[in-house]
């Protein structure tokens, strides 16, 4: 089971993953990105918003990717087993829901947390979700948006982050858009 979430995930982050000859429109092209990751982190940690989305059993990431530029992006699959990915989702929305603002680090500007971001109409995925929230402590007007992909035992998050609300939720789509056509490939 392993080796076959693992095939499919590179293949997800090969496919998802803008190359430097198609940024996403009206983006430069990454300067520079990591090597896809192979990781075994089974501690559950689906997401930092709200002090942390966190699935006690039954996450793995398999594969990540990012790319930082004046655009932050980041892939990453996770391989599910022994829990649903309804119930991951579930728990991304929850905790998204649970707080309007929370402290990324102590005596730094509070985190502001929009949930419920629509995404795109999606073919791929069995299910989605998305939020964005500031990241004030780390830049003045720094947003991420973070968004969820499921399709049977993997979930795909998509990261998308840069220096303005606006634009961070103008990217998102497009990203969520190209992990969403690898999902169809996958069957």
């Known amino acids: 089971m392993r080796h076959a979430i693992t095939l499919v995930c590179a293949g997800l982050l ?4 803008p190359s430097p000859a198609e940024p996403p429109p009206s983006s430069p092209a990454p ?24 699935v006690d059993l039954g996450v793995s990431t398999s594969r990540r990717r990012f790319w930082d530029a004046p655009l932050y992006l980041e892939e990453q699959v996770f391989g599910l087993v022994g829990v649903s ?3 991951v989702l579930d728990t ?4 998204a829901h ?9 005596n730094k500007p509070l985190r502001e947390v929009e949930p419920d971001v629509e995404l795109p109409g999606l073919q791929g995925a069995d299910d989605s979700y998305a939020f964005c929230h500031s990241l004030a402590d780390v830049g003045e007007g720094q947003w991420d948006c973070e968004a ?14 840069t220096d303005s609300e606006e634009l961070v939720r103008s990217f998102l789509p497009t990203m969520v858009m ?6 169809m490939k996958v069957g």
């Open 148 to 161: 969820f992909l499921l399709r049977g035992d993997l979930i795909v998050k998509v990261t998308v982050g």
């Open 92 to 95: 991304v929305r929850a905790k």
């Open 178 to 183: 190209q992990a969403d056509q690898t999902l």
């Open 14 to 17: 090969t496919a998802c993953s």
């Open 31 to 54: 300067t520079a990105s990591t090597p896809d990751s192979k990781l075994a982190i089974t501690d559950g940690r689906l997401s930092a918003v709200c002090l942390g989305a966190r």
């Open 85 to 87: 990915g309804a119930h």
């Open 98 to 106: 649970s707080c309007k603002t929370y402290v990324g680090e102590i």
